[in-house]
């Protein structure tokens, strides 16, 4: 994969679409107002999936690449993207949201064709263990189940849009160290994509641009990229692909993925409703640990990074389906374990004070 000026332009697009787009948010009313669930004191424009997306779009017209293989990935993240802005500027219902999320998955799954047929070899017998027609809505559900993954880790700055980066760079690089060089336009995709949310990423922090100038991602953001990601893993574990393999697939999701299993099963577990909003999240958890930002920012980028790094590994030793699927339920587990200790803790604190 060579550089291209163009990817400097990238850059260029990104920062000026903030810079204009940001102030008629103000205006429009499509900021992220305090409340007692939030930290910040600012209406903060909601504009951070309209720049990325835009930015994306634009610089990938400026690529002398095929990009018909992925016209329908396309119109789904424009659509799901579009939704995500009216969804942050006027806040519909959950299940709403839920219903075009699984209508753009539909549609992904069916038109595009793009489906998850196996679960790898996950009992050790020498078989992948087939999903045969239980494969349509297994892919449906795990496209709808990343990009809430995504969407829910959106609540500490930086945190949904570092955790992307990392995710996208591995697989960037597992395909520029695997692909024979046939396909390039996915390799642009996934780069365009990382210069957008690095620009994004600056925005994103009040220290780094001043309060004035902070821009949050927005519903539009979070899901843009869970579906990007979600479609990503899909497509490179596809046997046209191949270049992962699907037990690998969850380890590059990592800390999203971690953070959704841990929040369904708490509020299974108190009885609690899947979709109303509460500080279950992990990163409210070690926040409330660490008392800082900063330092739960650093910790929670470590672990994913840890994620990923087991899902770089195994593609290189070659493990064992079997040994990658029951070590993230084992993870998963521990985590709400942790989780849960952490709960205590907070609420201990909480009675001392009192």
């Not at 574990?237 to 037990?247: A, F, G, P, Q, W």
Request: proline content about 2%; hydrophobic content about 55%.
């Amino acid at each position: 994969m060579k550089f291209e000026f163009t990817y400097v332009l990238t850059i260029i697009v990104s920062v000026m679409l903030i810079l204009w787009i940001s102030p008629v948010a103000k205006n429009i009313g499509l900021v992220d107002k305090p409340n007692r669930r939030k930290s910040h004191q600012n209406h903060v424009p909601l504009v951070g999936g309209i720049v990325i997306a835009l930015s994306v779009f634009t610089s990938l017209l400026l690529f002398d690449i095929s990009l018909q293989s992925f016209r329908i990935l396309f119109f789904c993240l424009a659509g799901i993207m579009i939704f995500g802005v009216i969804d942050d500027y006027q806040d519909t219902s959950a299940l709403r949201k839920l219903f075009i999320q699984f209508l753009v998955a539909i549609v992904l799954v069916i038109l595009d064709g793009r489906l998850v047929d196996n679960i790898g070899n996950i009992f050790g017998s020498g078989y992948e263990q087939g999903l045969n027609v239980l494969a349509v809505p297994f892919t449906i559900l795990a496209i709808v189940g990343v990009i809430n993954a995504v969407n829910m880790i959106d609540g500490l700055d930086g945190l949904a849009s570092i955790t992307t980066i990392i995710s996208l760079a591995a697989l960037l690089l597992v395909t520029i160290a695997r692909f024979s060089g046939e396909n390039q336009s996915v390799q642009v995709l996934m780069m365009v994509t990382l210069l957008s949310l690095a620009v994004f990423t600056v925005f994103n922090f009040s220290g780094l641009v001043g309060e004035s100038r902070q821009i949050f991602l927005g519903d539009a953001g979070s899901t843009f990229l869970g579906l990007l990601l979600a479609y990503l893993l899909i497509y490179f574990s596809s046997d046209e692909v191949n270049l992962i393999r699907v037990t690998t697939a969850p380890w590059f999701i990592g800390l999203p993925l971690l953070d959704l299993v841990v929040v369904i099963i708490l509020r299974f577990k108190s009885g609690q409703s899947l979709f109303v909003a509460d500080r279950k999240h992990i990163h409210h958890q070690v926040t409330n640990y660490f008392g800082s930002k900063t330092t739960s920012l650093v910790v929670l980028v470590v672990v994913h990074c840890l994620f990923v790094m087991v899902g770089l590994i195994s593609i290189r030793n070659v493990w064992p389906d079997w040994v990658l699927f029951w070590l993230m339920w084992a993870v998963c587990l521990l985590a709400v374990l942790v989780v849960v200790k952490l709960g205590k803790l907070d609420q201990k604190k909480i009675n001392n004070v009192g």
